[in-house]
């Protein structure tokens, strides 16, 4: 009886089941009542009584060691067939909120402030033809801009570029011929120019267009006078100098006084007290033209401003790379505003 506890022993310690069957019939061969160790205890009473006490340890150890194995491979099983654990919905929220992009920050200011006053906004194609970003606003044909060396071509003849500008958005929306028109178009556009501190091929602009009966020039500075102090505070002055834009008759580009130094000079204003924030003027006749509007009724005005200069001006960043870089370090810093 001894040798045939021992050889149980042996099996019970080696027995690994494979799957749930395996493990019920380990049970039925040994734990059963009508299995092994239950014929064991039957012959006990054949045990000789001075061996009995020896045979009783051995037999309940046996019984113990059996039962072990049971339970402990029960319990894997157990855990095998558990659900897969559900989402605790109790947990508060927002603990890893996230934080808005600082262009993004400062495109949705500048929308509020336009939208405030009656524009809505307009969004056209990232990819465009010659006509709109181009043609219809009175660049003439071996304009330099036109060139491969501004301009990413995706195709030739016909000419399909990425938008140099949101400028090809004033075209979409006169072309559609609803008067009078007031808005603004925010949007990316692309220009093949070498990635530095102060310029990148991708970057981001908000354009804006007017156009009704009577629209003057005074119309574009008192509107972008009171721009210019709901963006960078009251006290902000601004100025026009004369440019050129093929697209607009009269055109300027417009400064704002330095909101850091006040207008007292200081390096990001490069001691003039002076910033350019933008490009503007009064929509070209041929441009009204060539998109089916009466020059000879209507007129308007189109401002157009970079949106990473102004977040720079805003924020005090001083280099453009570190918007498209995602660091979130430098993501960070924006999360309190708004
Ligand atoms: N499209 C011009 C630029 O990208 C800006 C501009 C827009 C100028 C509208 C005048 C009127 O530089």
Redesign the pocket.
């Known amino acids: 009886m001894k040798d045939k506890i021992a050889a149980l022993l042996t099996e019970i310690e080696a027995f690994v089941p494979e799957n749930a069957d395996a493990l019920e019939a380990f049970r039925l061969k040994f734990m059963s009542k009508k299995g092994l160790i239950a014929g064991l205890f039957a012959d006990f009473k054949t045990v000789a009584p001075e061996d009995r006490k020896e045979m009783g340890v051995l037999l309940n150890e046996l019984k113990d060691k059996a039962q072990g194995r049971l339970n402990q491979f029960r319990q894997i099983g157990e855990i095998e067939k558990a659900p897969i654990a559900k989402p605790d919905l109790t947990l508060p929220a927002g603990q890893f909120s996230g934080g808005r992009h600082p262009l993004s920050i400062v495109r949705n200011q500048i929308n509020s402030i336009f939208k405030r006053i009656g524009f809505t906004i307009s969004e056209g194609p990232e990819i465009e033809d010659d006509f709109h970003n181009f043609t219809a ?1 009175n660049f003439p044909p071996e304009h330099p801009a036109r060139d491969m060396q501004d301009t990413f071509f995706i195709s030739r003849d016909p000419d399909i570029a990425l938008r ?4 090809s958005v ?1 075209v979409r929306v006169m072309e559609a011929g609803k008067l009078p028109i007031r808005i603004i178009a925010p949007g990316r ?1 692309f220009r093949n120019e070498a990635i530095s501190a102060r310029a990148h091929c991708i970057f981001h ?1 908000i ?3 007017y156009v009704d009966k009577d629209v003057s020039f005074a119309d574009l500075k008192q509107t972008l006078f009171y721009f210019a102090q709901e963006f960078f505070g009251a006290e902000t002055r601004i100025r026009f100098r004369p ?1 050129y ?1 093929p ?2 008759e009269t ?3 417009m400064d704002v006084s330095c909101n850091i130094c006040g207008g007292s000079g200081c390096n990001i204003c490069k001691h003039s007290g002076w910033v350019e924030i ?4 009064m ?1 070209d006749p041929n441009v009204l033209e060539a998109c089916g509007i009466d020059s000879s009724i209507y007129s308007g ?6 949106i990473e200069r102004i977040t720079m001006m805003k924020f005090q960043i001083n280099d453009l790379r570190l918007f498209f870089e995602n660091d979130i370090r430098f993501l960070k810093q924006f999360e309190a505003a708004q």
């Open positions: 606003l140099t500008h949101t400028s004033q556009v602009q354009e804006g267009l440019s834009f697209f607009t055109s300027a580009e933008m490009g503007c003027g929509v005005y189109a401002f157009g401003m970079g």
